[in-house]
């Protein structure tokens, strides 16, 4: 005996430093990755799923992103003139010398225009407005054309905007063409050397300055984000004392980063430590054992740190919302050592921790199997933020059932001193009265009843897929974002095209076309207010070539006439007899064309590099560009989605109704995942009460075949009920479903099959106390309850939707458990 309790103990001690030893392993895993950079994901965009078709869209959506999210954004206002200029260059100079930002632009400093004119200068006779191009071809008096054009640049001397010289230009093409160029597309004006802008344009009015700033890292690092903020606090400050007349907005990524980050750690804080407590609570008013409080804590956050360290190692990155629910599944991790603690407090005396394990094995082994089922079918769903809470909720239950199965036993081989025997009593009393009311034959009558009300509020269902509901904006940064898009003029959509092509020329080409088609919608109800595309910085060889035949025909057939009229103008003879070997020379051989490299290799085209993508298939040599749009409405989206479908190679790129339109059609296929995955689950149920079934004074034999499948159902129809009174009550309070309304009601059924299944696993147990059952069953509904239902209070609607939806139908699985118990189960008076 000696030897046995010898080995016993060496065992137990083996066990507990093997899961010492995992413990640490995952913990530091942990702690270096979050003594480096930030794994933690505050990159909204990263929630979403590819929702494109075409590859080459979603990469247009990545680098748009990252070419914006590295800019931030201020906007010094004052009913001041002077006051504003003047704060502005003040909070300009102190954000530059915070150190914060990679830049910051508050004073322009002088740029000569004359270099964008210098880049086209040689490519000039390819480069026609449409204007000019159908003013050429449908002259048919080419020299009297020429002579009105040239008076008319001779005499209309105040131009604005970008000029070429009269020798360069004398007929005006190129400036025309410059004219067109989408540089000034703000309410912007250049005034001592800063960008402001006059509301309603007037200088009475209030005076805004714009300051722009690039980060040095991404905006997604909490480092950056500190920086930043600690740098703004202290400018705005200083400006407030200087002059507080001036209010500062400001809009870019790096701020919403920051507040969705802070949000969500305010609330794993508020969750984590609301469930904490009040599960502490709970189990020391039931147990009355700080030990087995925490042992069950202990086996909560192996669970929870083992949790964290797989998903870091599969997914590198941990998002907002794995963040917020891990902190929710505390509840859930702690079910599993509430029910081993309800044994080990009924054996009493008797007690033995294999024994016990053994005993508690096939409840907890069900109750596991419906879980991951529920957590699995998230794996399915596109969306990276789900993949990873499957991921982290997966590994944390495993963990947790892992533990109380070989952990707990060696840390509890002793009987317990004291049971709370009243307390399991009483429960026993409650649980034989509502078993009588709603059990056995009657459960039909009940599921009959839960019917005929549930039908109506399932007809008042309706659904929101709005994108939307994935994320809560800060609405004061919402707001000074659109004070800086009104004040600056330009609509910052999300819809685009994506022009794509086999070689540049291809794109260009096609972007030609496309802008072609949203020129002709230009006055009509279904117009944009204008558009960016690198065809209108760079025209296509085609188009190129086609102008310099054009002129080459309508216009330089006869130098001599050409020259007399320059003459004729007051040109000297020099101007003149260059221009007219320009024209010889470009009749004579074909001349270099503009190309789009050469643009790009312009300092000056930095804040339009954006519109073109370059190679983005090597494998193909496929190339892509894009055309952003101004002023997208849903009442012209419909027209320029028509528009792209005629163009070959363009597609309309809208992430926002895409990624609404994913929820959609996600959220009618989760009816059928459901559907699935309850009968799954009576498969399960059935396979596993298909060979005892215990009767009151008989001893256990083997079922019949109606047995069995009515076993099954027993247990599977408590959570089928929930699942249809939480949908009944959804459509009587008229709240919209979305996607994860219907993903949660999953997890309802992979949570809530387990009551049903802790009871009637109790009934098969010829030792057990259905009491201590009932109330270890109430106890882990309550701790579940508790943490998935602070999730109701999140900011986060996603969250907020599956929240509400676990809470309540968790709620209604517990109380309708009973039904999963044998008709003739024994009762404990």
């Given amino acids: 005996m000696d030897v046995l309790r010898h080995g016993s103990a060496k065992n137990a001690w083996g066990m507990r430093a093997a899961w010492l030893l995992l413990a640490l392993v995952a913990a530091l895993y942990c702690g270096w990755r979050f003594a480096g950079p930030s794994p933690l994901q505050t990159n909204l965009l990263a929630l979403l799923p590819a929702t494109e078709a075409d590859p080459v869209a979603e990469k247009a959506v990545d680098t748009l992103a990252s070419a914006l999210g590295d800019r931030t954004v201020f906007l010094v206002t004052s009913h001041d003139d002077a006051h504003a200029k003047a704060a502005a260059k003040q909070l300009g100079a102190s954000l530059q010398k915070s150190g914060a930002f990679a830049s910051v632009t508050a004073e322009l400093p002088p740029f000569d225009l004359s270099q964008i004119a210098s880049l086209y200068l040689p490519y000039r006779f390819g480069l026609l407005t449409p204007a000019d191009r159908a003013a050429i071809a449908r002259s048919k008096a080419p020299d009297t054309a020429l002579r009105d054009a040239l008076a008319q640049r001779i005499y209309s001397p105040l131009r604005g905007g970008l000029t070429t010289s009269l020798a360069d230009d004398p007929f005006g093409w190129l400036e025309h063409w410059l004219g067109n160029l989408p540089l000034a597309t703000s309410n912007l004006e250049l005034e001592d050397g800063l960008l402001v802008s006059h509301q309603d344009g007037h200088r009475a009015n209030a005076t805004s300055v714009l300051i722009v700033a690039t980060l040095p890292g991404s905006a997604y690092e909490t480092k950056t984000q500190h920086a930043v903020l600690a740098a703004l606090s202290q400018g705005e400050s200083a400006l407030k004392q200087a002059f507080p007349d001036v209010s500062v907005a400001r809009t870019g990524a790096v701020f919403y980063a920051e507040s969705a980050r802070s949000a969500s750690e305010r609330e794993v804080h508020l969750i984590g430590v609301a469930s904490l407590v009040g599960i502490a609570l709970l189990m020391m008013w039931v147990f009355r054992s700080p030990r087995l409080l925490l042992l069950g804590f202990v086996s909560t956050a192996l669970g929870i740190v083992c949790a964290l360290a797989v998903t870091l190692l599969v997914f590198g990155k941990l998002h907002l919302l794995t963040l917020v629910f891990g902190a929710s599944l505390i509840g859930e991790a702690v079910d599993y050592s509430i029910q081993y603690f309800v044994v080990y407090l009924g054996a009493g005396r008797d007690w033995d921790a294999r024994r016990g394990a053994r005993a508690v094995r096939p409840a907890l082994s069900v109750a596991l199997a419906t879980s991951l089922l529920g957590y699995a079918i998230l794996t399915w769903v596109p969306f990276p933020a789900l993949k990873q809470i499957a991921c982290f909720a997966m590994a944390g239950i495993v963990t947790a059932f892992a533990s109380v199965m070989w952990l707990l036993p060696a840390l509890l081989p002793h009987a317990p001193k004291r049971s709370p025997r009243r307390l399991f009593e009483r429960s026993a009393r409650l649980l034989s009265a509502w078993h009588r009311l709603i059990g056995g034959k009657r459960a039909w009558i009940v599921a009959a009843l839960l019917l005929i009300v549930a039908i109506p509020g399932w007809l008042r269902l309706t659904s929101d897929d709005d994108v939307h509901l994935l994320i ?60 960016q595309s690198v065809a209108q910085f760079v025209p296509s060889a085609q188009q190129q070539n086609s102008d310099r035949a054009l002129l080459a025909q309508n216009v330089f057939r006869d130098t001599a006439a050409s020259r007399s009229t ?104 989760s009816g059928w995942w459901l559907g699935g995955a309850l009968t799954l689950v009576l498969i399960l149920l059935i396979v596993r009460y298909a060979r005892q079934e215990v009767h009151a004074g008989h001893a256990a034999k083997e079922a019949p075949l109606g047995h069995r499948v009515r076993g099954g159902i027993a247990v599977t129809l408590p959570v089928l009920l929930a699942v249809g009174v939480t949908l009944a009550v959804f459509g009587y309070a008229r709240v919209p479903l979305n996607l994860f309304n219907w993903l949660a009601l999953m997890l309802v059924l992979g949570v809530g099959a387990n009551y049903a299944v802790f009871l009637r696993e109790g009934c098969l147990r010829a030792d057990a106390d259905l009491g201590a059952v009932w109330t270890g069953v109430l106890l882990s509904a309550a701790t579940t309850l508790l943490s998935f239902g602070m999730l109701g209070m999140s900011a986060m609607p996603a969250l907020k939707s599956f929240g509400a939806t676990l809470a309540l139908g968790i709620a209604v699985s517990v109380l309708l458990a009973p039904i999963g118990m044998p008709s003739e189960s024994r009762r404990i008076a």
Avoid at 496 to 523: I, M, N, W, Y
Avoid at 640 to 657: C, S, W, Y
Wanted: aromatic share 8%; proline share 5%.
């Fill in 472 to 531: 809560q904006r800060d609405p004061s940064l919402v707001a000074q974002e659109d004070k800086v898009r009104d004040a600056v003029g330009v609509d910052n959509s999300a819809q685009f095209f994506v022009v794509r092509g086999e070689t540049p020329e291809a794109v260009l080409q096609r972007a030609e076309a496309l802008g072609a088609k949203l020129d002709a919608l230009s006055g009509t109800p279904n117009g944009v207010g204008g558009y």
């Fill in 566 to 669: 320059l003459l004729q103008a007051g040109f000297k003879d020099e101007v003149a007899d260059a221009w007219i070997a320009a024209e010889t020379k470009l009749q004579a051989k074909p001349q270099a064309l503009l190309t789009v490299d050469q643009w790009l290799a312009a300092p000056w085209s930095q804040p339009y590099r954006h519109l073109w993508l370059g190679q983005v298939d090597a494998a193909t040599k496929a190339y892509a560009a894009v055309v952003i749009p101004q002023g997208v409405t849903p009442r012209n989206a419909a027209a320029l989605i028509a528009t792209a479908r005629a163009v070959p190679g363009v597609a309309f790129v809208d992430k926002a109704a895409s990624v609404s339109k994913l929820f959609g059609a996600y959220r009618v296929d």
